[in-house]
């Protein structure tokens, strides 16, 4: 038998589009309407042969396949034991299992982080130093008519962001890509850059005094050099009045400003540079976030604990220092005894020194796909996937919440991830007495 | 579940004229009831006074803008965090608490039922994931209504019923309890980084004024037979001279009072309660709108008193955060929410030296002191933009106590000293008016019948706290008074025993409150079948994804409302 399941939430980028139409027949999903390419290829490739199907443990080197109730007792033993765990990921789940991994964490007195640490930390710890100024992808689509993509290709890396939110969006002061002009700056001409108006290409790695040129600029002082980060300060100045002369105007910027040379002070930089332009006309900013939960993760771990990530319980109570109690420096420090993953792989994305310690410590992965952290792992705990076969409240990159439907049924009676949390949870408390 | 009896405490229940009396309260199975079996657990209360658990009518303790606020401030949480006990979840505090901890901290001091004021529809889904986090009270949350396009366009059109039918379905749809409104049409304005200044002043693009908003939904308010009154946050918040936009506001809805009920709920009072025309000759409007509502009966408002706090302030008034950022030069956070609403945030710390913030401080007072009616007084700091909730104690003490008043006054700014009325001002409140302010008052407006009171049926929501009322002299005893508000010597909720000494010994979960608001189904069709189009011109999301199921409240308490259209 066949059905239609409409307006499904996508679960891959930070877009989380909300509008796909999900045919399933014989259990399977047979087509997916409104899709972009990348969304498609994660709905008709889910079962793939990469999928794992039997939780394991490793004896001797070698996986051997248990019983789910094995799985979760091993995994919270090597918890228990542990003095200093690292429970690292969240992004690719929902938050009712966010909620769980932070729970664990503060009865195991470890620490809690999630994939922002590799990604926008710089731009959480920009909002300590500075604030935002930024609002729902909606004002963008209805009222926008400068829109400036920095160091963000999202012709790749959010397909459907262009036509759902910003230039090629239809809202109700701006109807049509004539009304909106695109600009962006980056270090290579990208896909989106081809469709700019204004492409503005700088030098690698100066973007925080590309940035902070412009807040000159846009201040009206003078800049007694011919050209910053390879952009000649008279287009500099071009820009800034193209800034200050919009009427609603909106800056997204990628991992390319976040991760190259500065990263925090570039964000410093781009928030400061976006909140003076307030005084002269309405100016906004958002970072394009990734993953389509990592807004969530953010979210859930604030909430309970005050901290976006990077929350350290082995006081008992919530400490956070970025830098001190972040995955890849308490890795490379040598300083976690276990480590649970939850949806990521840190093994293949890691530098190669906090890997190398990953390998020397247990490890849990509770993963729907196998990958390079599940083959280093202890224990493999394989999961349904969130937004396809189980239900669960993800946060859109503008913290807009919204909830996953459950299209088909998971491949042997998988559970989820907030499950397995919830199982780990109550063993590790009777451990731990 | 257990029973309870509570012997020898003196008893203050204003809702059903109690002052004071030695009454035992019995309790069983979550409810008051008239007696309970010898084998009820027993709570020797001599020398300590009972009351309704309290019920705090405005406090932004969930949802997008708060928790913007806990990660704008780690410097906050630093100097204040709790430790993980048996029973209890660690966490942070001070002005924005996580979950855990704000659940805690206003049970700890014998609170039991706290309503978040502002949620933009879009994000109420965050609100209730945040709501359904924080133990123990119980709470539910305001929808913000007062930017909201489709309301803003039925009214142009004066489509009364239909736009009726439309805030009935949002209530539904996100689950809210009340219509919120905020600076009403000046944060629509923001969305174009403009202002409004007057009530009469046009809306850009929507040709509305925001007095014709506030009318609309208070007719709107009393043809869905809504359990609260709209709840309104001026225009020109935070401005010199705006108490007269705040009258202008009261006035604008008089002739809509039912029967003579009231018809506006205005908040943070003291936000609004400015007289002069400059920073440099601010003064106190206190007076004057203490005057107006001494002669009406269709207002009642809450005080927003400050407490001399390093805070962070955050409301849906985007434009008024943007001015205080201004001022202030700290961090700013900014976040417009599509065809509906906005909100800021901004850290700021009121000090006793400044000559603004001890006038504001004097406002707030004069305004509880010289509105003669304490009904219409509800108890707030606007938490936590006057001052964090756990400053409730201190307020409770400065309105006891002249003392307590004076010595404060001896310390602020001398100028303002000179121009406040405050010092003049004898009055000191009773217990009994302290149990209206903070219990009997608040769930009495907000419609909630089992609570606020100790009468047989009501929900057993107690807080006891340790204070000889025979021997009290409250002037003198101010510290007393701050000391057993802190800390309730029990705090009761639903018939078990939360909180002992201060100290937490339960974390169960409250429930979530919400108004189930029905219309006629060919008014409500009609207008669905309008809505869908316009839906999806407006949002990014699907009309079907902002609906939030009944079941995502986990602990629902629908409360069934039938409307007159």
């Not at chain 2, 207002?299 to 008024?320: C, H, K, N, R």
């Amino acid at each position: 038998m066949e059905k239609t399941i409409y307006n499904a939430v996508c679960t891959i980028c930070g877009c989380c589009c909300d509008d796909l139409e999900v045919k399933v027949g014989d259990g399977k999903i047979v087509e997916v309407k409104n899709a972009c390419a990348i969304s498609l290829s994660k709905f008709q490739n889910y079962n793939s042969e990469e999928r794992i199907i039997k939780p394991m443990i490793k004896k001797n080197g070698e996986f051997k396949e248990c019983s789910f109730k094995e799985a979760a007792e091993k995994a919270s033993m090597i918890l228990a034991e542990a003095e200093y765990p690292l429970i690292y990921g969240l992004s690719l789940t929902s938050t009712e299992a966010i909620g769980k991994a932070v729970e664990l964490a503060e009865v195991l007195g470890g620490v809690i982080d999630n994939t922002t640490s590799v990604c926008h930390g710089p731009s959480l710890i920009g909002v300590h130093d500075i604030g935002v100024v930024t609002c729902t992808l909606g004002e963008i689509k209805n009222r926008a008519d400068l829109i400036i993509y920095w160091a963000s290709n999202p012709v790749f890396s959010h397909p459907r962001h262009l036509a759902r939110y910003t230039i090629f969006s239809k809202g109700k002061f701006r109807k049509e890509r004539k009304e909106r002009k695109l600009i962006v700056v980056d270090v290579r001409k990208t896909a989106t850059a081809k469709l700019a108006d204004i492409f503005i290409q700088a030098i690698p790695n100066q973007d925080y005094e590309l940035l902070s040129a412009l807040r000159m600029a846009v201040k009206g002082e003078e800049i007694y050099l011919d050209e910053v980060a390879g952009v000649p300060v008279n287009k500099i100045e071009e820009l800034a009045d193209l800034m200050i002369s919009c009427e609603f105007g909106v800056l997204f910027f990628g991992l390319g400003l976040t991760m190259s040379l500065g990263k925090s002070r570039n964000i410093d930089a781009a928030l400061s540079l976006v909140r003076d332009l307030n005084e002269k006309t309405k100016f906004l900013i958002m970072p394009m976030r990734g993953h389509y939960n990592v807004t969530g993760a953010n979210e859930v771990i604030a909430w309970q604990t005050g901290y976006p990530f990077a929350v350290d319980f082995s006081q008992g109570y919530p400490k956070y220092n970025p830098g001190e109690t972040t995955t890849i420096e308490l890795l490379t420090r040598g300083e976690c005894d276990a480590a649970l993953i939850i949806g990521s792989d840190p093994a293949a994305h890691f530098p190669v020194s906090a890997v190398k310690h990953l390998m020397k410590i247990p490890v849990i992965t509770i993963d729907p796909h196998k990958n390079a952290t599940t083959l280093i792992s202890n224990v493999v705990i394989p999961t349904a996937i969130t937004g396809i076969e189980v239900e669960g409240t993800v946060y859109r990159m503008d913290g807009v919440p919204l909830e996953c439907k459950k299209l088909v049924e998971p491949p042997l009676g998988l559970k989820s991830d907030e499950e397995i949390l919830t199982e780990i949870l109550a063993n590790v408390k009777k451990l731990k007495g | 579940m257990s029973e309870i009896l509570i012997k020898n405490g003196f008893v203050f229940d204003p809702l059903n004229n109690i002052n004071g009396e030695k009454i035992d309260i019995a309790v069983k199975d979550g409810k008051i009831v008239e007696k309970v079996s010898s084998k009820a657990k027993v709570i020797d209360a001599s020398d300590m006074i009972v009351m309704p658990g309290g019920v705090d009518i405005h406090s932004h303790i969930a949802g997008s803008k708060v928790n913007a606020g806990r990660v704008l401030r780690p410097e906050d949480h630093v100097k204040d965090f709790e430790v993980k006990t048996k029973i209890t979840r660690s966490g942070v505090g001070y002005s924005v608490p996580s979950t855990f901890t704000t659940g805690y901290r206003y049970a700890k001091m014998g609170y039991t039922t706290v309503f978040e004021p502002a949620t933009p529809p879009l994000k109420t889904r965050h609100t209730h994931e945040e709501l359904r986090d924080i133990p123990i009270i119980d709470k539910g949350c305001f929808p913000l209504l007062g930017n909201n396009w489709f309301i803003m366009e039925y009214l142009k059109e004066e489509k009364l019923e239909e736009c009726a039918a439309y805030i009935s379905w949002l209530l539904n749809a996100v689950k809210g309890y009340a219509i919120k409104i905020v600076n009403p049409g000046g944060t629509e304005a923001w969305g174009w980084g403009r202002e409004i200044a007057y009530l009469d002043e046009e809306i850009p693009y929507f040709n509305v004024t925001p007095k014709e908003i506030v009318r609309w939904l208070c007719k709107i308010n009393n043809i869905l037979n809504l359990p609260h009154p709209i709840h309104v946050h001026t225009n020109n918040l935070g401005k010199p001279g705006n108490y007269v936009t705040t009258i202008e506001t009261m006035d604008a809805v008089k002739d809509l009072s039912k029967d003579g009920e009231v018809s506006i709920h205005v908040t943070h009072v003291q936000f609004n309660g400015f007289a002069g025309t400059s920073w440099l000759n601010l003064a106190s409007g206190a007076s004057e709108i203490a005057d107006y509502i001494n002669k009406n009966t269709h207002v009642e408002i809450d005080v927003g008193q400050i407490t001399f706090a390093d805070t962070t302030t955050m409301t849906a008034d985007g434009p008024f955060q943007y001015i205080l950022y201004l001022l202030s030069r700290e961090k700013w956070v900014n976040a417009d929410v599509e065809a509906e609403t906005g909100a800021g945030i901004v850290p700021f710390r009121y000090k006793k030296s400044n000559y603004v913030n001890a006038i504001q401080w004097g406002i707030g007072l004069e305004l509880a002191l010289l509105i003669k009616d304490p009904w219409k007084i509800h108890m707030t700091t606007d938490h936590p933009n006057g001052g964090p909730f756990t400053h409730y104690p201190k307020v409770i003490a400065w309105l006891m106590s002249g003392k307590a008043r004076e010595k404060t006054i001896n310390k602020i700014n001398k100028n303002a000293k000179r121009r406040l009325d405050l010092p003049g001002i004898d009055r000191e409140y009773t217990l009994y008016e302290i149990a209206i302010i903070t219990r009997a008052a608040t769930a009495k407006s907000l419609g909630l019948k089992n609570k606020g009171h100790l009468g047989v049926g009501a929900d057993a929501d107690i807080a006891i706290y340790d204070l000889n009322y025979k021997k009290l002299e409250s002037s003198k005893d101010y510290k007393l008074i701050k000391k057993a508000f802190k800390r309730a010597a029990y705090t009761i909720k639903n018939g078990e025993i939360v909180a002992k000494n201060g100290e937490i010994v339960d974390s169960s979960k409250g429930k979530i409150y919400w108004v189930n608001s029905k219309v006629a189904d060919d008014i409500q069709k009609a207008m669905l079948s309008n809505l869908k189009t316009k839906f999806e011109d407006y949002y990014t999301i699907k009309m079907e994804n902002y609906v939030i199921n009944e079941s995502y409240l986990r602990n629902s308490c629908m409360l069934n409302v039938q409307s007159e259209v």
